[in-house]
């Protein structure tokens, strides 16, 4: 996993709005890597 519980739970909203496109798109990334590594782990 790329992104910890504590690191998923600190994020809000508001924060996400906030973020420059280039870290979003770096974090979407992240985001999807750990939601296939679920998926298959399920």
Do not use: A, G, W
Not at 7 to 13: A, F, R, S, V
């Amino acid at each position: 996993m790329r992104l910890n519980e504590h690191d998923l739970l600190q994020l809000t909203d508001d924060e996400l709005l906030e973020l420059p496109e280039e870290t979003l798109r770096t974090l979407s990334i992240k985001l999807l890597n750990d939601l296939k590594l679920v998926v298959l782990l399920t």
